[in-house]
């Protein structure tokens, strides 16, 4: 995985999570339950794919190297962590809780940047700058 390789996944997840926030903030938005759970679940679907993505990539690039094992079962429950932060977002959008949705989506983005810092962290080569 090269530099610009994590910086694209990167981008598409804060390009998806802008949407999110713009959706959490839209008052219309949350009169209607059913179309921002839908939103909300696709929106997370994408960054959750995005993340496995640039993970599995790492990995590759890791081989079988002395840390590949311990790094994979630590990217998976990275994941698994961003899966359930994703389902309480969706469950704050259902029940049309604006509060809850923000404070749900503030604990789902901050998962995703440690994601991005471990996955950047993890891949070979010069550190990357931001």
């Known amino acids: ?21 713009m ?41 079988e190297g002395p840390r590949a094992a311990a790094a994979e079962r630590f990217l998976a429950a990275r994941l698994a962590r961003m899966a359930s932060a994703a389902q309480d977002v969706t469950a704050a959008a259902r029940r049309g809780d604006a509060a809850a949705l923000r404070r ?4 789902f983005d901050t998962l995703t940047s440690a994601m991005w810092a471990v996955l950047t962290a993890l891949r070979p080569g010069p550190p990357v700058s931001h």
Do not use: K
């Open 1 to 21: 995985m090269t530099p610009s390789d994590t910086r694209s996944h990167d981008a598409h997840c804060a390009s998806h999570l802008a949407r999110l926030w």
């Open 23 to 63: 959706l959490a903030d839209d008052e219309a938005s949350a009169a209607v339950p059913d179309v921002l759970t839908q939103q909300v679940t696709r929106i997370t679907g994408m960054i959750l794919t995005e993340a496995e993505s640039a993970g599995r990539a790492v990995m590759i690039t890791m081989a």
């Open 104 to 107: 749900q989506l503030r604990w």
